[in-house]
């Protein structure tokens, strides 16, 4: 049973463009919901982060979008970059929570 | 440089064998923990330990054995390997505290043959 998921597992823009990545989860419970980015070769790496007490969470080019009702989010990503190109991950954990949960993983590439 | 390193990058085995992965953080962590990710890049937790104590053990087959010495330290062995085994162990650390970050080290890949 995947508790988080993400809905496409690629996608590609042209440079320039801003991505799309989309995420929904199951257990209401959740309450921090961070995007990690990774890389082939190397472990995923904390891009951005969002608690569920807000809405909207922007860092430079990343934004996140939280909608708690319907229990889904998205990672919009400004003037995308090739630099850009991994996949990108959308978590889950509770408070004080050990076990982050990840999504299936949408791997983005972006077009120079 | 302060990261979570983990040895080696890469191990090839056969079914049966015994292997060790070792994993270190100098991140001042309390909290370490093991991932698993498959071919499909799917990411499971396996383990998570607070101050050498086994917090979390996911429904992991019983081949597979964490061990701490310290909370810079959490090493996995896997007793007689099988082909499903072949995947990247990706080891982490993180404060235990709230929403914190958890850092990866760049995982070790085994393949099964």
């Known amino acids: 049973q995947q508790q988080v998921r993400q809905s496409s597992q690629s996608l590609t823009v042209w440079e320039g463009e801003t991505a799309i990545l989309n995420c929904s989860y199951e257990n209401s419970a959740f309450d921090y919901f961070p995007w990690y980015q990774q890389f082939p070769g190397e472990g995923p790496a904390l891009l951005i982060a969002?608690?569920?007490?807000?809405d909207k969470k922007e860092d430079g080019r990343f934004t996140i979008f939280f909608n708690k009702r319907e229990k889904n989010l998205s990672l919009h990503i400004k003037d995308s970059q090739p630099g850009d190109s991994a996949t990108y991950f959308c978590a889950a954990n509770f408070n004080m929570g050990y076990k982050l949960t990840f999504g299936t993983g949408t791997s983005l590439l972006v077009d120079p | 440089e302060t990261a979570v390193f983990q040895t080696p990058n890469y191990h090839v085995t056969q079914v049966g064998n015994e292997v060790s992965f070792n994993c270190k953080q100098t991140?001042?962590?309390?909290?370490m923990y093991w991932y698993k990710q498959d071919s499909k890049k799917l990411l499971k937790i396996m383990f998570s330990y607070n101050n050498k104590q086994l917090i979390v053990n996911e429904t992991v087959p019983r081949r597979f054995s964490p061990q701490s010495s310290d909370k810079a330290h959490l090493n996995l062995r896997i007793k007689s390997v099988e082909p499903e085994d072949s995947a990247v162990y990706l080891c982490?650390?993180?404060?235990?505290?709230?929403?914190?970050?958890?850092?990866f080290g760049k995982g070790t890949r085994l393949t099964v043959v």
């Open positions: 969002i608690r569920s007490v807000s």
């Open positions: 991140l001042g962590h309390d909290t």
């Open positions: 982490a650390s993180s404060y235990r505290a709230a929403n914190t970050e958890v850092f």
